[in-house]
Nanobody, 126 residues
Framework: QVQLVESGGGLVQAGDSLRLSCAASGRTFSSYAMGWFRQAPGKEREFVAA????????YYTESVKGRFTISRDNAKNMVYLQMNSLKPEDTAVYLCAAGYQYGVVPTPTSVQYKVWGQGTQVTVSS
């Protein structure tokens, strides 16, 4: 089973960019679909983006399409979330997760997430 550690969060202004990273331990990283979630204070955890085991398929929640890009490097056991044109409503703790994928496209219902990181805070000021 992998262990996940996120990094790259911070305080930025609206319109800025950030790249989050998630480092995975273990030799089975490429067998997992990977996802990014976020949780704002007082709100439920929200799906953001996911990428298939090979990296060939991605899926995004509507509010981040065209602004965020998820990618992975299986040789380095890393997954990334490039976030552009950040908005104050993107403020949240961002968590990466690893799961088993059932299907071609890693939608929120086709991946059973098993392992979670601790999260990294992203704060976007207006």
């Amino acid at each position: 089973q992998v262990q996940l550690v996120e990094s790259g969060g911070g305080l930025v202004q609206a319109g800025d960019s950030l790249r989050l990273s998630c480092a995975a331990s273990g030799r089975t990283f490429s067998s997992y679909a990977m996802g990014w979630f976020r949780q704002a204070p007082g709100k439920e955890r929200e799906f953001v983006a996911a990428i298939s085991r090979s990296g060939g398929s991605t899926y995004y929640t509507e509010s981040v399409k065209g602004r965020f890009t998820i990618s992975r490097d299986n040789a380095k056991n890393m997954v990334y979330l490039q976030m552009n044109s950040l908005k104050p409503e993107d403020t949240a703790v961002y968590l990466c997760a690893a799961g088993y994928q059932y299907g071609v496209v890693p939608t929120p219902t086709s991946v059973q997430y098993k392992v979670w990181g601790q999260g990294t805070q992203v704060t976007v000021s207006s």
